[in-house]
């Protein structure tokens, strides 16, 4: 599925983020940058120590929940990573929605002063941290959208999701937000 958004994209496709050549793949990272498990593994795994190397060097106290740092992408086929610290699901009371709006809007600011044109992005918080999926969807895909309106950049933005679950709630979500030929 995709979008037009200004001069840009906006893409849903369902698979492993591990495996997409970019420019730069944003991490559902935590907010000490320790190497975790779900897609933050999945990362370091593929990516090898580079990655974790160079956050613990530059960022050794680690990345405020709704922001996110850069870093090199080790082995990975892309040139960056950028750890995208999303909020823990407290029942909608914790400012939850700002939070994961931020570290989506910080990420695609790291990509723009990166010059990355194509990002990958997994659905931050909506695995441990227990985003509900429909509500991580819709604000989610409301941030890339406004962001790409108003920045014009970057031109690829691609969700990549894990299961069919996560597809089915991001692709709904997309309809209900932007209509097919409106
Ligand atoms: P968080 O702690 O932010 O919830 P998780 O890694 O637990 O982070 O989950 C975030 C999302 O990433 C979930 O939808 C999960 O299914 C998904 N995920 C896990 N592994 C991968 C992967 N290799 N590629 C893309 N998405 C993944």
Known sequence: MRVAVADCWLEL???????????LIVNAANS???IGGGVDGAIHRQGGPA???DTARRYPDG??????VIS???????????HAVGPQWNGGRNNE??????AYRRALELAVEHECQAV??????????????????RVSLRTVIDFLTTQKRPEIVRFVLFNAET???YSNALAEISPPGK
């Open 167 to 169: 597809f089915a709630a």
């Open 32 to 34: 000490y940058l320790r």
């Open 120 to 137: 990958a992005t997994p659905a931050i918080s909506t695995g441990v941290y227990g985003y509900p999926l429909n509500e991580a969807a």
């Open 63 to 68: 990345c405020p929940t709704g922001s996110a």
């Open 13 to 23: 496709c369902e698979g492993d983020i591990t495996q997409q050549a970019v420019d």
């Open 97 to 102: 929605a700002e939070l994961l709006a931020g």
């Open 72 to 82: 090199t992408a080790g082995q990975l086929a892309a040139r960056y990573v950028a």
């Open 51 to 53: 990655i974790h190397a």
